[in-house]
């Protein structure tokens, strides 16, 4: 398979300056690290750890000013045996990647340290990419807002990059200088005792943070950290038929890293408030809806409540108590499927009545015959069925 244009890569238009190239590649480094695909599939696994090595493939030249200049005239031809103008051995002694001879894991930085934690290293690490904390945020929403999606505002407070310095930790006016502890590296070498005598350790360095980069003057505002602290606005589209428990991520919402590094994530986590008048179970909501007895047993048109507004509906003459009417498209939106509003009707039984009243009752229930009460007629014989088994 051909090689991919290294620009292209890394994202970077082809005059694009170091420090652009550098973030470039520290932003797609931390997104196909493979230790963010731990819980992925084989396959996932497999795509990440390519792209991993296709980024420090592309970063390795792009960085190094000559290789950049070899690159931009004789493209990947500059670092494969026999190159013209190259030598024999292709550019400056670095032998081509994609034949596996010559690979130089030196240069390369952090590709397989990342894979085996550190065990498969054959001499150094790379330079740190300092990636900033994710943040929670916690959401409440109303079913109503949840119905159609919305769009909130919130306010929350981060680490964000120092105005004064942007992010670099040095003081306006000063640059950052290679670190001369780790020179660049961001890691150095101790000896430590163990069982199996001196062992030669490699750990961050304690002077740089593992960036390989030091101000030459500490900046005034955040002191050298890069961060300080912000108060960010942002507003969040809420898509329709969110639920609680579900968590939205905001790209780079997070906290800003340290001496110019990336931010991290922001999730907001959602919780729904519960409604005092409807249900909801998945798209669908429920809606109890107290009717007269008169009106049950007479019919008529009742006003209920819908997410949208007010609408009317018809009452079957004779309804009973449970009985449901569906009213579509007025329950949750998700994608282009909208669920229902189902109407549950409980029939109230008035109460507190005079005696008045009670007598007009008496004198109507004594007017009816079996035929006005069908179930009750219905329930009645299966009782003498079941009873007349004992008899005989």
Do not use: W
Not at 127 to 138: A, C, F, M, T
Not at 140 to 168: F, M, P, Q, W
Not at 222 to 243: D, F, M, N, S
Not at 261 to 286: A, N, P, Q
């Amino acid at each position: 398979m051909a090689k991919r244009d290294y620009y292209e890569v890394l994202g970077v238009a082809k005059n694009a300056s170091e420090s652009d190239i550098k973030k470039a590649y520290r932003k797609a480094a931390m997104k196909y690290h493979p230790d963010k695909f731990a819980n992925s599939s084989d396959a996932e696994k497999k795509d990440a750890e390519e792209k991993f090595k296709e980024i420090n493939e592309a970063y390795e030249i792009l960085s190094d000013a000559q290789k950049k200049a070899a690159y931009d005239q004789y493209g990947h031809a500059a670092f494969e045996n026999g190159a013209g103008g190259a030598g024999a051995g292709g550019f400056g002694g670095f032998s081509g990647f994609g034949n596996g001879q010559g690979f130089d894991f030196e240069d390369l930085g952090d590709i397989f340290g990342s894979f085996f934690g550190g065990g498969g290293r054959s001499r150094s690490q790379g330079p740190k990419v300092n990636q900033g904390e994710d943040l929670r945020y916690n959401l409440t929403l109303i079913l109503e807002e949840v119905a159609n999606g919305v769009e909130k505002e919130i306010k929350y407070k981060r680490d964000g990059k120092c105005k004064h310095c942007h992010g670099s930790g040095a003081e306006a006016g000063s640059h950052m200088k290679t670190c001369t502890k780790c020179n660049g590296s961001g890691h150095i070498r101790v000896q430590q005792r163990s069982i199996f005598g001196m062992q030669v350790m490699t750990q961050e360095c304690d002077m740089c943070h593992g960036t390989g980069k030091v101000p030459e003057k500490v900046c005034s505002h955040c002191h050298g950290t890069g961060v300080e602290h912000e108060t960010v606005t942002r507003k969040i589209k809420i898509p329709a038929g969110v639920e609680t428990g579900q968590r939205l991520v905001v790209r780079d919402g997070g906290n800003a890293g340290r001496n110019d590094g990336i931010y991290g994530d922001l999730y907001i986590f959602i919780t729904v408030k519960k409604h005092e008048i409807f249900e909801r179970e998945g798209l669908d909501i429920y809606c109890d809806v107290p009717v007269g007895i008169t009106t049950a047993i007479l019919g008529g048109e009742i006003e209920v409540p819908t997410l949208s507004g007010k609408v009317k509906i018809k009452i079957a003459e004779g309804t009973q108590n449970g009985k449901e009417y569906k009213l579509r498209d007025k329950g949750i939106s998700y994608g282009t499927r909208k669920g229902s509003e189902i109407i549950r009707i409980k029939i109230e039984t008035p109460t507190n009545l005079s005696e008045k009243q009670k007598n007009i009752l008496r004198e109507f229930d004594g007017s009816l015959e079996n035929k006005n009460y069908k179930e009750g007629k219905s329930f009645k014989d299966k009782i003498k069925r079941f009873f007349s088994k004992f008899e005989n």
